[in-house]
């Protein structure tokens, strides 16, 4: 049984300890890119509809 433990995990890692670290950093790459180009669309967003809001009050008071 030791022997086996010894065989299949180094420095007290099993084997896909390091494949799922790679993918958890990978999600949290992802989920960050996705977070800060929603936060970017949002801003966006709300810049053009307070822009659109703005045009119609104008029209509004010309007529």
Known sequence: MLNYMFSH???GLCAWDLPALIV???MIVVFAVHRHKQKKREKDFEDQL???LA???VDTMQS
Do not use: C, G, P, R
Request: proline share 0%; aromatic share 0%; charged share 25%.
């Open 9 to 11: 995990s180094v420095l």
């Open 24 to 26: 958890l950093i990978v």
């Open 50 to 52: 307070a822009d659109k």
């Open 55 to 57: 045009q119609e009050t």
